[in-house]
């Protein structure tokens, strides 16, 4: 049985102390209703537990989370997943900015648009390979600063038919980690030192492994993602700051 | 096809050397006394920098002086006295334009076309303006008071105080009705800065955890993580939040009593942090989480911090996630704007301003950016707390300074002008040895301090960097009660934003309205 929150008119701040009191109690699976842009649900929690969300949480859904699996039924605010070390956050509609923000582990999946510096900063550390997988199109600065981790960016499911599928200065900064584009992405939307490639086998079976999870949990079509060849895009260097100084 | 022509196309013709200006002049001059030099080759061991060589053919010790970094390693170690590091006295043309620090850094960026690199704090002699500020004392009309014989209060809590304080008659007597804290107590007002796991060494961050946890004061993680020894003093600890997020998770968060938002810092304001590559050793990768060989890059900005509202969002992400249990601090690098910068802080949530002025230090800076960014940690104090004051909400956090603090007169002047503790860093790196030779982004510091070589932090061990640290503070602190003491104060507090206790000597008018300081005299 689910234990229900109805977060209409409260605080964040009584939102979170029932959610984690539910938590401290053993509850393993949590529904929120009504939540209306309420911050930082279950920010820093570090528990395995199922949480579903109605309505749209509001600024770092998730935010240092180690464990928790959530979905949200509707949109997202910004920072979802901010600096979230474990778990997974699925979100059924579109997420805001900075999604995924320096995540380390975990996964993040969006049906369908982000908004802008979504996946800045990912780092993967031993078996930690944070995952983000985006339905849609992305806005600016996806993957900027990236130091590890995999984003995949599949452009189908958009609102914005016009848009390219990722904005300028992709990859920015990026030094480590690979962002897969399905059908391919204008070279004028890249940041610097960054190459585009072929993907291969391995990448292919990167690739089906997280977009079968994807598919399931969002009820898309795996073969449909899967008809068009993708994309890989890697920094040329690790030590972008190497030869820099003089001294 | 003819192999021998073949062979001469793809011989590759023999490399010219590039002549290297920067080589030429040395800043330091190793001088060897023969009389006493036994030969033992300590030197040469000691040295990281490969400036003591051994010519087998003549059997002799050799010095590549354009090498030293005047370190002094080799000169304290040498067994015999032999060596003494001096300045070169190679001389330019006098030139007051042209000095030859300007000719130097010139030949270095034309022979690699690089950023100047520095370490330590701002080198320009701008004006000091601890060195023109004095301190009171009681003379005739009301006594000074003896620490020795009398009570003494240094302690000092740090967090925001309430505006009122609402009591309650309960059984005939008054019961506090306010909720107050959490608070942080500090037994002295000095804490120990930010400095990374990575930057330094282990040795230091478990010296400075343990003297901080003797001395019932905080030391700070700095951005690299938190290393498993250390989780121990978790009470004595300030972890930080920067815009890396190296290390960071909920157990890290947890483990201090106060999480510190890193937006800028006194050396370089306006940019990010950047461990090397070849500094990410194995340990260093496990505390960072990042793999090992990486560069830790630090971008400029938070990226989910653009104005103060985004910071009053990481904040309170922050105090979420820590159950409303840690105290949070917000670090800046003194700018110009600094007092609205500060008001914005107060108001976006942060219990403790941090303000690290243009003299604070670094293991790496680019040279531009340690000597011409950013504004003495004394003015900008002065008119941080001017600033909250008039805008009545300096109750609502703490003022934290660092930047330039070299002794306890310091300390005192800068609670005189409204501080409530101050941070050291460049101090108790000095208590452990080091010599300011500013070549921490090497990695190779021979005093096992800017290093995590493990062969080379064996050169400090904990308890000794324990030790040293702890009696920095401990005479420091000895050093304040004396002062208030001779002020006729008996308790810190007294002294806090008592500006009255502090007279200029040689400074103009705007410098005292802005420090809100009258000149010795008046």
Known sequence: ?247 | MNPQKEKAKTSTPRKKKKIQFSKFYPDFLIERDWDRCIKCKICIRECTYEAHGWDQKRETLTEDHSKCVGCHRCEAMCPTGAITIRKHPSAFREHDTWKPWFIKNVYKQADTGGVLLAATGCAVPFRNYWDHLVLDACQVTNPPIDPLREPMELRTYLGPKPDKLEVVPEDGRFQLQTRIGPWIKLEVPIMFAAMSYGAISLHVHQGLARAAKELGTLYNTGEGGLHASLYEYGSNTIVQCASGRFGLHVDYLNAGVAIEIKIGQGAKPGIGGHLPGEKVTEEISKTRMIPVGSDAISPAPHHDIYSIEDLRGLIYALKEATEYKKLVFVKIAAVHNAPAIASGIVRAGADVVVLDGLRGGTGAAPTMFRDYVGIPIELALAAVDERLRQEGIRNQASLVVSGGIRCSADVVKAIALGADAVYIGTPALIAVGCTMCGRCFTGKCPWGIATNNPELIKRLDPETAFEKIYNLVHGWAHEIQELLGAMGLNSIESLRGNRDKLRAVGLNEVELRILGVKHAGE
């Open chain 1, 1 to 247: 049985m689910a234990f229900e929150i109805d977060a209409k008119d409260l605080h964040y701040r009584e939102l979170n102390k029932l959610l984690r009191q539910a938590i401290g109690k053993g509850e393993k699976h949590l529904v929120l209703k009504n939540v209306n842009g309420q911050r930082y649900v279950a920010a820093g929690v570090s528990a395995e537990v199922d949480i579903d969300i109605y309505g749209v949480p509001g600024l770092d859904l998730g935010a240092f989370m180690r464990g928790p699996r959530i979905r949200v039924h509707g949109n997202t605010q910004d920072g979802a997943g901010n600096t979230m070390d474990d778990g997974k956050i699925i979100i059924e509609g579109m997420a805001g900015d900075v999604v995924g923000y320096a995540m380390r582990g975990g996964k993040i999946f969006v049906a369908s648009d982000v908004g802008y510096r979504v996946g800045i900063h990912m780092k993967a550390y031993m078996d930690k390979v944070p995952v983000i997988v985006i339905g849609g199109k992305a806005g600016d600065f996806l993957g900027e600063y990236m130091a590890g981790g995999v984003i995949i960016l599949l452009g189908m499911f958009s609102r914005y038919p016009e848009r390219p599928i990722a904005g300028i200065f992709l990859g920015t900064g990026m030094h480590g980690g690979v962002i897969y584009i399905r059908g391919g992405v204008p070279e004028s939307q890249l940041g610097a030192a960054l190459q585009i490639e072929e993907t291969d086998e391995e990448d292919q079976n990167i690739l089906r492994k997280h977009l079968q999870e994807y598919c399931a949990d969002l009820g898309y079509n795996l073969d449909e993602v899967m008809a068009e060849k993708f994309v890989k895009i890697r920094p040329q260097t690790h030590r972008p700051y190497g030869k820099l100084y003089a001294y």
